[in-house]
């Protein structure tokens, strides 16, 4: 057998077994560096298998065909999937991953060769490669409520009852039920051991067997870059799919989010000069369950630090909802004091904007100190990020609490009179007021999702109702709400309409709810 270009290391980092192995690497693909070759070793009607222990050094895919493969070849020298075993691209995790790969094939003519090869530019180092003849074993994995057996082999194979229960001595064993395959999944105890046909494989049921806990990441560092870091830790144990980064202007606001796969290192980009970021790397695992977190990390990006908006969500709305009222407070907000007429209300108010997850918001008015917005209809979950931008420059996202409702009803400027319509259109007022059996429109914020898609700049081509129809009272009294929507081309500007019940004349108090969360009480005139 013939040994490719490479270079025998005895770096601890290197050696799979051992005190050596042999190290390949490839900067350019046109190199086409192998691994081994080798013919004539073959005889008719025979099955061999090919083993090779590997650990990847450094892989920095330019392909994406995967680093590695190995196999055996037709005549033609085409290395064909049923003979062959690869590193592909997303079984890749980071430096230091180790394992074998394995094929095997019954010749059936002459001119077979084995050979392996680098497919794409990286590290790896290899060691124990044999060939042997035999049909090899069932591979075997186990899962939390069960095993997965595969006989890759071209001959049938016997797994006896010993190894399916494995090291793990796993009982319970039975076949699954379905209706793919009735007469192999007919749900049946396993008592005896099973029989695998050539390239086939089974799955079966065992009791649960709980996987072992996820550990926290170890060991995290951050070099700051001119505009952004480079992060990097130690692995986490445990049934690790990949690792979730968070990170943020405040160790209580870590807004951002990346996700690295099964990489223990990433570069976060678009970090502000002069900034100070904190960082958290927490484990994954298959499921989606998080695992302890690595301790907290800081990195400042280099520059001058800039005048940036400094805010926070006051006390008075304490929790974002869709089309809900919020006050910001802080400084460097605005210009000057600013108010927009409205309703409607643009998303923008002299050179001061607000995202909400990403999305405008509506803004009321604007001050060096203060800012009043409307949350967008679209956010939704139990957090929202807010961030503000004063004259093209952005502040530090803060992470909110996030609510599905949070009804306010608006009122007249200077007053606690609702914003209450008659069906032809005039105000509700102490001069006008309305009359049992009257149906009139009420304006309010915060009622919550709404049914249907935006158009361009988050309004509505047609009205959207809300999916939460709200509860109304009028003087302690049930009032009907007989629809309750998202007018065409507005942003977050509700309108409920209701039917006034038999009142006391005078001034009456409204109010509205949404799934249990009370609006403000206002004042609407009845007679």
């Known amino acids: ?315 008075a709305t304490p929790a974002v909802a869709p089309g809900a009222f919020v006050r910001l407070e802080g400084s460097n907000l605005a210009d000057q004091t600013l108010t927009q007429p409205g309703p409607p209300f643009g998303t923008t108010l002299g050179s001061t904007s607000v995202q909400v997850n990403g999305v405008d918001a509506a803004i009321m008015s604007v001050s060096p100190n203060t800012i009043d917005l409307i949350a967008p209809w679209q956010i939704g979950g139990t957090k929202a990020v807010i961030n503000v931008t004063h004259g093209g420059i952005p502040g530090a996202e803060r992470l909110v609490p996030a609510t599905a409702a949070r009804p306010w009803i608006l009122t007249w400027p200077g007053g606690e009179d609702a914003i209450a319509l008659h069906a032809n259109g005039m105000a509700v007022t102490a001069h006008t007021p309305a009359r049992a059996g009257d149906v009139i429109v009420v304006l309010a914020v915060g009622l919550g999702a709404v049914a249907g898609s935006p158009s361009a700049g988050g309004t509505f081509a047609k009205s959207a109702s809300t999916i939460h129809v709200p509860r109304a009272t009028i003087g302690g009294q049930l009032a009907e709400v007989r629809a309750s929507w998202l007018p065409s081309g507005a942003t977050a500007l509700y309108h409920v309409q209701m039917v006034v019940p038999a009142l006391p004349p005078g001034a009456a108090t409204m109010q509205l709810d949404v799934l249990g969360t009370p609006s403000n009480g206002v004042t609407v005139f009845v007679q």
């Open 1 to 315: 057998m013939l040994v490719g270009p490479g270079t025998i290391s005895s770096n601890a980092a290197h050696v799979i077994g051992g005190t050596a192995s042999m190290v390949v690497r490839q900067d350019e693909v046109a190199e086409g560096k192998w691994l081994f070759f080798a013919d004539n070793l073959f005889t008719r009607g025979r099955t061999y298998q090919l083993f090779m222990d590997y650990r990847l050094l450094e892989y920095r895919p330019t392909t994406f065909r995967g680093l590695v493969g190995m196999g055996f070849s037709d005549p033609s020298g085409e290395l064909t999937q049923t003979r062959s075993a690869s590193l592909y691209f997303p079984d890749s995790g980071a430096p230091g991953q180790q394992g074998t790969l394995r094929a095997s094939v019954r010749v059936t003519h002459d001119g077979v060769k084995v050979f392996g090869g680098l497919p794409d530019t990286g590290e790896i180092a290899i060691d124990n490669v044999r060939l042997i003849e035999g049909t090899g074993g069932v591979w075997r994995r186990d899962f939390e409520h069960g095993i997965v057996l595969v006989n890759p082999t071209p001959e049938p194979q016997y797994v006896p009852q010993n190894w399916i229960a494995g090291p793990l001595q796993r009982t319970g064993i039975r076949r699954i039920s379905g209706s793919q395959m009735p007469l192999i999944n007919n749900g049946a105890d396993v008592t005896q051991g099973i029989w695998l046909m050539p390239a086939d494989g089974i799955i079966l049921l065992a009791s649960t067997r709980a996987a072992s806990p996820l550990t926290a990441p170890s060991n995290p560092g951050a070099l700051a870059t001119p505009s952004g870091a480079v992060v990097w830790w130690q692995p986490s144990t445990g049934p690790v799919s990949g690792f979730h980064v968070r990170y943020g202007e405040s160790p209580s606001d870590l807004t951002r989010h990346a996700a690295t796969g099964s990489w223990t290192a990433v570069i976060l980009d678009d970090l502000r000069p002069g900034a100070t970021y904190f960082i958290e790397v927490t484990a994954v695992d298959f499921i989606g369950t998080r695992g302890p977190s690595a301790p907290l990390i800081s990195v400042t990006i280099p520059g001058a630090a800039e005048i940036r908006p400094q805010f926070m969500i006051s006390a």
